[in-house]
C-alpha cells in the first residue's frame, strides 16, 4: 500500500460520511495494517505534524522522539490489544518535538483487522506541568534556603543573647557577694527579658524546621491522666497570677494514646497558657473526652473572645488577632501555628469557636494511635558498651539512646563502670543486681516514669541508700526531695542550684581547661565563671593560637571548644587535637550556637567529645557537663 492518499478522494473502505466526520475531528486519527501498512490519515494529522495535506507521513518509530518508545507500545499492544492513554513525544520534520496522549485500538478496515492511532496533542498541558513542577522547585529551594537563612541568623542572635543572659548573671553574683542588691532587680529584669528573647527565636526555628520537614515525632504510650497532672501543676501558676479559676475535668476510663507526649504537651501548654493570658478574673476549663479511635481536648476560657475575621487567621504564622492584642498581650504568634503544626503531623488538628467578650473554646481531636498516621522512627537499640570492669559503678536510666551514648561515653573514659536501663522496670532490676555508687534517673520514660522508679528504690532498703540524682524538665523539686532523692535538678537547671551539687558531689580542684572562642564577650564570660569555680584556665582567640599553645604547653584536662570561627573552624581544631599524640587523654566540649546536622553530630560524637549547646543557661549546663566529666 502507498504511504499517502489522494485528498480528494475516500480511502477504500471507508464511507464518505465517515472521511468527513474523521476530517472534522480534533484529534488526529491515523489508520494501519496490522503489517504496518499505511492506510488513511485525517487532516488534523497533517496539522499536527506540518506535513502537507496529502503528502508522505513519517511511519512507526521515525515519528517517535524515543524509537524504543514506539517498540514499548507494539509490545504493549501485542499482549494486551490495547493501548489507553500514554504519553509520547512526536519527532516533527523541522526537528522540534510534541507532546501527545495517545491510544490504540483494533478495529475492521475494508474486510481487515487493522490499527487504529487516536493522537491528541497535549504539548501546552505538558508544558504547564513543567512549570509548575518547576515552581515547586523554586518553591523547595526557598524554603531551603529560609532554613538556612533562620538557622545562620539565629546563630548571630543567639551569640549577644548569651552573653547579656551570662554578665547579667555574673553581676547578679558580684553585687551579692559584695553585699550591693540596690541593682539586683534591673539585672534580672534584663536576664529575664534576654531569655524571653531567646525562647522567641527558638519558636522562629521549631517553626522552620516543621515547615522544612526536618521536626521527628517520637510515638509513646501516654497515659492521659499523667498528661493533665503535668499540665495542670506547670499552668496552675499563670493561672493564679491572672486570678482565674482552672478547672479539669478528666473521665476515668480513658485509652492509653500513642503519641508524642512531649509535643502534645506542648500544644495543651500553649492553649492553656493563651487562655490564661486572654482571661482575667475568669475560669478556665480542660476536658477531655474519648471519641471512638479518637480523643478530644477541648480548653474553653471566658476570657477576651474573637471575630470570625480573627479567627479565620489565627493559626498562620506570626498572626494574633489583631495587632492590638500583640500590643497589650506581646508575643510573636507562632504558638498556635506550632500547635496546629504538631497535631497536623500526629494525624489531628486543632480547631477554635469564639465570641466576642464571651470567650474561646479550642478543641484538638487526635487519633488514639497517632502511629498509624505517621512513619515511626526507627528505634535505636541501647548500645552493647565494653565497658570498665573496676569502676566505679554508675546506673544511668533514660529512654533516649542517644542520651546513652553520651553520657555513657563520657564516664566510661574517665574510668567509671556505665550499666544502661531504657525503662523504670530495667532500672530497678539492674540496682538491685549491680549495686551502684550512684544512679542518674530521667523522669519522663515509657511503661513508668522517674518518680515511680524513686518511690520503689527508697522503698527498698537494699537499694535505699543509693544517691539518686534527677534531671528533669519539671520543676518539682519538693516532690522529689519527699521521695528521697539526694537532688533535683530542673532543666535549665539554676546556675546557684548547680554550684551547689557541683560542691557537695565533687568538691573543687585546679583543673586546666583550654577555651578556644573568637567572641571576646562569650569568652570573657565562660572564662570569668570557670575561674569563679576554681579552674584553672587558659584562653585562645581562635584555632591557630589554640593549636600553638597546645604544641608548647602541656595537655590540658579539658578543651573547650567553639565550632563557628573565622579561618580554622572548630572541625579543623578537633582533627588537629585528635592528631596530636600528647592529648589522648584530654576531654573536648564542643560549646556553639550553631544548630548542627545529623552528620556533624555524628561526627563529633564518634570523636568522642561531649555537646553543650550556647543558649540559655548556657553557663550552667558547661558546669554541669563539667561535673559529669569527674575530673
Given at each position: 500500500?502507498p504511504?499517502?492518499?489522494?485528498?480528494d478522494?475516500?480511502?477504500?473502505g471507508?464511507?464518505?460520511?465517515?472521511?468527513v466526520?474523521?476530517?472534522?475531528s480534533?484529534?488526529a486519527?491515523?489508520i494501519?495494517?496490522?503489517?504496518?501498512?499505511?492506510?488513511?490519515?485525517?487532516r488534523?494529522?497533517?496539522?499536527?505534524?506540518?506535513?502537507?495535506?496529502?503528502?508522505?507521513l513519517?511511519?512507526?518509530?521515525?515519528i517517535?522522539?524515543?524509537p524504543?518508545?514506539?517498540?514499548?507500545?507494539?509490545?504493549?499492544f501485542?499482549t494486551?490489544?490495547?493501548?489507553?492513554d500514554e504519553e509520547?513525544?512526536?519527532k516533527?520534520?523541522?526537528?522540534?518535538?510534541?507532546?501527545?496522549?495517545?491510544?490504540?485500538?483494533?478495529?475492521?478496515?475494508?474486510?481487515?483487522?487493522?490499527l487504529?492511532?487516536w493522537?491528541?496533542?497535549?504539548?501546552?498541558q505538558?508544558?504547564v506541568?513543567?512549570?509548575?513542577?518547576?515552581?515547586?522547585?523554586?518553591?523547595?529551594?526557598?524554603?531551603?534556603?529560609k532554613?538556612e537563612?533562620?538557622?545562620?541568623?539565629?546563630?548571630e542572635?543567639r551569640?549577644?543573647l548569651?552573653?547579656?543572659?551570662?554578665?547579667?548573671?555574673?553581676?547578679q553574683?558580684?553585687l551579692?557577694?559584695l553585699?550591693q542588691t540596690?541593682?539586683?532587680?534591673d539585672?534580672?529584669?534584663?536576664?529575664s527579658?534576654?531569655?524571653?528573647?531567646l525562647?522567641l527565636?527558638?519558636d522562629?526555628?521549631d517553626?522552620?524546621?516543621?515547615d522544612?520537614?526536618?521536626?521527628?515525632?517520637?510515638?509513646?504510650?501516654?497515659?492521659?491522666?499523667?498528661l493533665?497532672?503535668?499540665?495542670?501543676?506547670?499552668?496552675?501558676?499563670?493561672?493564679?497570677?491572672?486570678?482565674?479559676?482552672l478547672?479539669?475535668?478528666?473521665?476515668?476510663?480513658l485509652p492509653?494514646?500513642?503519641?508524642?507526649?512531649?509535643?502534645?504537651?506542648?500544644?495543651?501548654l500553649n492553649?492553656?497558657?493563651?487562655?490564661?493570658?486572654?482571661t482575667?478574673?475568669?475560669?478556665?476549663?480542660?476536658?477531655?473526652e474519648a471519641?471512638?479511635?479518637?480523643?478530644?481536648?477541648?480548653?474553653a476560657?471566658?476570657?477576651?473572645?474573637?471575630?470570625?475575621?480573627?479567627?479565620?487567621?489565627?493559626?498562620?504564622?506570626?498572626?494574633?488577632?489583631?495587632?492590638?492584642?500583640?500590643r497589650?498581650?506581646?508575643?510573636?504568634g507562632l504558638?498556635?501555628?506550632i500547635?496546629?503544626?504538631?497535631c497536623q503531623?500526629m494525624?489531628g488538628?486543632?480547631?477554635?469557636?469564639?465570641?466576642?467578650?464571651?470567650?474561646?473554646?479550642?478543641?484538638?481531636?487526635l487519633?488514639?494511635n497517632?502511629a498509624?498516621?505517621?512513619?515511626?522512627?526507627?528505634?535505636?537499640?541501647i548500645?552493647?558498651r565494653?565497658?570498665?570492669e573496676?569502676g566505679?559503678?554508675?546506673?544511668?536510666?533514660?529512654?533516649?539512646?542517644?542520651?546513652h551514648h553520651l553520657?555513657?561515653?563520657?564516664?566510661?573514659?574517665e574510668?567509671y563502670?556505665?550499666?544502661?536501663?531504657?525503662?523504670?522496670?530495667?532500672?530497678?532490676?539492674?540496682?538491685?543486681?549491680?549495686?551502684?555508687a550512684?544512679i542518674?534517673?530521667?523522669?519522663?520514660?515509657?511503661?513508668?516514669?522517674?518518680w515511680?522508679?524513686?518511690?520503689?528504690?527508697k522503698?527498698?532498703?537494699?537499694?535505699?541508700n543509693i544517691?539518686v540524682v534527677?534531671?528533669?524538665?519539671?520543676?518539682?523539686?519538693?516532690?522529689?526531695?519527699?521521695?528521697?532523692?539526694?537532688?533535683?535538678?530542673?532543666?535549665p537547671?539554676d546556675?546557684t542550684?548547680?554550684?551547689?551539687?557541683?560542691?557537695t558531689?565533687?568538691?573543687?580542684?585546679a583543673?586546666r581547661?583550654l577555651?578556644?572562642?573568637?567572641?571576646a564577650?562569650?569568652?570573657?564570660?565562660?572564662?570569668k565563671?570557670?575561674?569563679?569555680?576554681?579552674?584553672?584556665?587558659i584562653?585562645?582567640?581562635d584555632?591557630?593560637?589554640a593549636?600553638?599553645?597546645l604544641?608548647?604547653?602541656?595537655?590540658?584536662?579539658v578543651i573547650l571548644?567553639?565550632?563557628?570561627?573565622?579561618?580554622m573552624?572548630?572541625?579543623?581544631?578537633?582533627?588537629?587535637?585528635?592528631s596530636?599524640?600528647?592529648?589522648g587523654?584530654?576531654?573536648?566540649?564542643?560549646?556553639?550556637a550553631?544548630?548542627l546536622?545529623?552528620?556533624?553530630?555524628?561526627?563529633?560524637?564518634?570523636?568522642?567529645?561531649v555537646?553543650v549547646?550556647k543558649?540559655?543557661?548556657?553557663?550552667t549546663?558547661?558546669l554541669?557537663?563539667?561535673?559529669?566529666?569527674?575530673?
Amino acid at each position: 500500500m502507498p504511504d499517502h492518499v489522494d485528498p480528494d478522494s475516500p480511502p477504500v473502505g471507508l464511507p464518505q460520511r465517515a472521511r468527513v466526520l474523521l476530517d472534522s475531528s480534533p484529534i488526529a486519527a491515523q489508520i494501519h495494517s496490522l503489517k504496518g501498512e499505511f492506510l488513511f490519515a485525517n487532516r488534523r494529522v497533517y496539522e499536527m505534524t506540518g506535513v502537507p495535506f496529502g503528502a508522505p507521513l513519517p511511519q512507526g518509530a521515525a515519528i517517535y522522539a524515543e524509537p524504543d518508545r514506539f517498540r514499548q507500545l507494539v509490545k504493549k499492544f501485542t499482549t494486551e490489544g490495547a493501548v489507553r492513554d500514554e504519553e509520547v513525544q512526536y519527532k516533527l520534520p523541522d526537528g522540534s518535538t510534541i507532546w501527545c496522549l495517545v491510544n490504540w485500538q483494533n478495529i475492521e478496515y475494508n474486510g481487515q483487522h487493522a490499527l487504529v492511532v487516536w493522537s491528541y496533542e497535549i504539548t501546552t498541558q505538558k508544558n504547564v506541568e513543567a512549570a509548575i513542577e518547576n515552581a515547586k522547585d523554586m518553591a523547595e529551594q526557598a524554603s531551603r534556603t529560609k532554613a538556612e537563612f533562620l538557622a545562620n541568623m539565629s546563630h548571630e542572635l543567639r551569640t549577644p543573647l548569651n552573653a547579656i543572659i551570662g554578665y547579667s548573671q555574673i553581676l547578679q553574683e558580684d553585687l551579692e557577694d559584695l553585699g550591693q542588691t540596690s541593682a539586683l532587680t534591673d539585672l534580672k529584669r534584663i536576664e529575664s527579658a534576654g531569655k524571653h528573647l531567646l525562647r522567641l527565636i527558638n519558636d522562629v526555628l521549631d517553626l522552620s524546621k516543621i515547615d522544612a520537614g526536618k521536626m521527628d515525632l517520637y510515638i509513646e504510650s501516654v497515659s492521659i491522666p499523667r498528661l493533665i497532672e503535668e499540665v495542670q501543676s506547670l499552668t496552675g501558676p499563670l493561672a493564679k497570677k491572672r486570678s482565674n479559676k482552672l478547672e479539669f475535668h478528666v473521665p476515668g476510663e480513658l485509652p492509653v494514646l500513642q503519641v508524642d507526649f512531649t509535643k502534645l504537651k506542648q500544644c495543651l501548654l500553649n492553649l492553656v497558657s493563651n487562655a490564661c493570658k486572654f482571661t482575667e478574673q475568669g475560669a478556665i476549663r480542660v476536658a477531655v473526652e474519648a471519641a471512638g479511635e479518637y480523643i478530644r481536648f477541648e480548653v474553653a476560657d471566658t476570657g477576651i473572645g474573637m471575630t470570625e475575621a480573627q479567627t479565620e487567621r489565627l493559626f498562620q504564622a506570626f498572626t494574633q488577632a489583631d495587632a492590638s492584642t500583640t500590643r497589650q498581650f506581646g508575643g510573636t504568634g507562632l504558638g498556635l501555628a506550632i500547635t496546629r503544626r504538631f497535631c497536623q503531623m500526629m494525624g489531628g488538628d486543632v480547631s477554635v469557636r469564639s465570641v466576642p467578650g464571651e470567650g474561646s473554646v479550642f478543641t484538638i481531636v487526635l487519633p488514639v494511635n497517632a502511629a498509624d498516621f505517621v512513619a515511626k522512627p526507627k528505634a535505636e537499640p541501647i548500645p552493647a558498651r565494653k565497658t570498665n570492669e573496676r569502676g566505679t559503678r554508675v546506673l544511668l536510666v533514660d529512654d533516649d539512646p542517644q542520651i546513652h551514648h553520651l553520657i555513657g561515653t563520657m564516664l566510661e573514659r574517665e574510668g567509671y563502670r556505665v550499666d544502661h536501663a531504657s525503662d523504670g522496670p530495667e532500672a530497678l532490676e539492674l540496682a538491685l543486681t549491680s549495686r551502684p555508687a550512684v544512679i542518674l534517673l530521667d523522669v519522663m520514660m515509657p511503661k513508668m516514669d522517674g518518680w515511680t522508679v524513686l518511690g520503689k528504690l527508697k522503698e527498698n532498703p537494699i537499694v535505699a541508700n543509693i544517691p539518686v540524682v534527677i534531671v528533669s524538665l519539671l520543676d518539682d523539686r519538693p516532690l522529689g526531695m519527699s521521695l528521697g532523692a539526694a537532688d533535683v535538678l530542673s532543666k535549665p537547671v539554676d546556675r546557684t542550684q548547680l554550684v551547689n551539687v557541683v560542691r557537695t558531689y565533687a568538691g573543687k580542684g585546679a583543673v586546666r581547661i583550654l577555651v578556644v572562642d573568637d567572641n571576646a564577650d562569650d569568652r570573657d564570660a565562660i572564662c570569668k565563671s570557670l575561674r569563679d569555680h576554681d579552674y584553672d584556665v587558659i584562653e585562645a582567640r581562635d584555632g591557630p593560637e589554640a593549636v600553638a599553645w597546645l604544641d608548647s604547653h602541656p595537655a590540658p584536662a579539658v578543651i573547650l571548644l567553639d565550632l563557628v570561627m573565622p579561618g580554622m573552624d572548630g572541625f579543623a581544631v578537633l582533627e588537629r587535637i585528635r592528631s596530636h599524640p600528647g592529648l589522648g587523654q584530654s576531654k573536648v566540649i564542643i560549646q556553639s550556637a550553631k544548630d548542627l546536622s545529623l552528620a556533624e553530630t555524628q561526627i563529633l560524637r564518634e570523636r568522642g567529645t561531649v555537646i553543650v549547646p550556647k543558649g540559655d543557661n548556657a553557663r550552667t549546663a558547661l558546669l554541669e557537663a563539667l561535673e559529669a566529666l569527674s575530673l
